[in-house]
């Protein structure tokens, strides 16, 4: 929110205080605890509570939100569209890379190829109702692979940053960042400017530890998804780890909340976007950035060993 004048002329209220701090994302200031926008396809049936849930999450300084068109093949970016207005000033970051695929075995197929970024990236614009999304990231296929990739979807990648700096040309696109990227490809793609890095990553799955210290060496924003461990069964959770709940019941404070403070903690530049549907769970991951953790607490979160983030190539 803005701090504005009422037409009464009374002030209006001071803005919520930016949940974790701020951070910096395409060069704004932004709250380091934003909201992944993914679980509010769970609640399809209930437009009006996805609504609502996003409007609090807003009134409560988040000004960082993550989505995708395929995200319940349109009904998250349709949800933002209506909760958003434009005072609220929110980042919205979207992603490319893949489409939903209703009919499909899966929900989703890859969409790799440059024609299909683009258009992509033209639908998100046209739900979300904008002619610029602030960043878009290219969700590659070279880490977190949870679905087979076909021949004709292995993409090179200065195809794709090609047409990603063209839309940013254009001014459909403000910034460009990454989704789903091997350390290698991340140095590759350094010099088309990356703002920020989305992989899979959190207390209990940390093997993409380098690519957090390269972001970090050059200014680059690390977003992790999966920062709780995700909703899909199978993978590790961070609210499941031993240490994470004894360290909740010591902070008196909850073991997700545990996770996501150690993540603010772990790298200054990190900035969260956890997913979730329900109310009570957003208002204790905005709550998140006011735990400290002692050093013996830290200790013990740092000595969690690393699983799979993600599902195996099938
Ligand atoms: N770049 C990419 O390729 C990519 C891939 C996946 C996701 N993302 C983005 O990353 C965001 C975060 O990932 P995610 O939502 O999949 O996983 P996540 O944030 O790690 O975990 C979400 C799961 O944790 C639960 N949860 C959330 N807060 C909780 C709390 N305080 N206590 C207990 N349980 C809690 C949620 O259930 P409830 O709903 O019941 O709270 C949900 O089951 C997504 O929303 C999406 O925007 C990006």
Redo the contacts with the bound molecule.
């Keep these: 929110m803005t701090y504005r004048t009422s037409p009464a002329g009374e002030a209006a209220p001071a803005p919520a205080p930016r949940p974790g701090g701020t951070g910096e994302l395409a060069g704004r200031a932004v709250a380091r605890v934003g909201y ?4 509010l396809a ?1 609640l399809h049936d209930d437009r009006r509570a996805a609504v609502a849930l996003l409007r609090h999450a807003i009134d409560l300084g988040v000004d960082h939100v ?3 068109q395929f ?1 319940g093949d349109g009904f998250v970016n349709d949800v933002i569209r209506e909760a958003l207005r434009p005072q609220d000033d929110v980042l919205v970051v979207s ?1 490319v890379g893949a489409v939903s695929d209703p009919g499909g075995p899966m929900p989703l197929r890859l969409a790799q190829r440059p024609g299909e970024l683009r258009a992509s990236v033209e639908a998100n614009l046209a739900a979300l109702g904008t002619d610029r999304i602030a960043v878009v ?1 290219l ?1 590659r296929v070279d880490s ?1 692979i949870t679905v087979p990739v076909p021949d004709d979807q292995v993409i090179g990648l200065d195809d794709q940053l090609a047409e990603m700096a063209a839309m940013r040309d254009e001014g459909k696109i403000g910034a460009i960042g990454l ?2 990227v091997s350390l290698d490809v991340l140095r590759r793609a350094l010099p088309a400017g990356v703002v920020c890095v ?1 992989n ?1 990553y ?1 207390l209990v799955a940390r093997d993409d530890e380098d690519l957090l210290r390269l972001c970090a060496a050059e200014g680059i924003a690390w977003v992790p ?7 899909l069964p199978g993978l590790a959770k ?2 499941d780890e031993p240490a994470v709940r004894a360290a909740a019941e010591r902070l008196g404070c ?4 545990v996770g996501l403070a150690w993540l603010l903690h772990h790298d200054p530049r990190t900035l969260l ?6 109310t009570g ?2 208002e ?2 905005l709550a998140a950035g006011a735990i400290t953790l002692d050093a013996e607490t830290l200790a013990a979160l740092d000595a969690v060993p690393s699983r799979p983030a993600t599902a195996p190539r099938h």
Excluded: C, E
């Design positions: 992944g926008a993914m679980q769970r993550d989505t995708a995200y992603k990231n969700r977190g989704s789903s989305q899979a959190s998804y999966f920062p709780l461990g995700g909703a961070v609210t909850t073991p997700a909340q976007i956890p997913g979730t549907a329900d769970h957003l204790a991951n």
